[in-house]
């Protein structure tokens, strides 16, 4: 809290807006200097919180897609729409972590929590396991499109309650409540991340034993072929 007062006080002071403002306030509108100053610190904060927010993450449409991450795509099975689906909704995933992981760098009590739960590199190897595997879209939908979005949307609120320049109990108490839902969210990712890997682990060993198998099929047509 206090490093957050200090910061809207030294942009309030290096403000131009600001400055003019105190002036204009204290030599044209007669007010005395500590209501000049405090008036002056009001339009900074707001000045402050409003630059922080214009500084989110904004939307990039999506790239075209190249030739070999088409064919990657259609190797895979994914018919147009299918590819046009999956592209958007990675695009989304994207964007949200990207503004989750600026959100959660702007307060230590949210970098606790993440730390904790290990929620950012989660989050992006999530992200990068799904991208190389498109035909499992089905399975990871509760996360895309629930979880995600969810944690973006809880981490904006405990932003905008904790850039209240005063609080009362009841502002703690609703911080602590985003908190603790923050924290309960980030559990269950972990939770759908870990189902998703446990399944990729037991694909990847089916596709091995399917593999042994064929091998061990191709030895024994070798070995009765050069029979005499």
Known sequence: MLKKIIHILKFTFTSAICLVALILMYFLLGYDIITSLVLTIVLGSILFHYKNKQK???TAPVERVTP????YYREQGLTKDEMNLFRNTMHAARTHIEEIEHNVSSRTKLQAITTRNNTLPILKDFFKHIVEQPQRLHEVSHF?????PNLK???????????????TRETYQSLESSANAIDILCQKINVSYSDFMENDIANMELEIELAKHAASRDNETNHSDTEI
């Open 56 to 58: 989110r993450v904004t």
């Open 68 to 71: 070999e991450k088409e064919s």
């Open 144 to 148: 895309l499109y629930t979880q995600l």
């Open 153 to 167: 949307e809880l981490t904006d609120n405990y932003l905008e309650i904790d850039s209240h320049v005063t609080k």
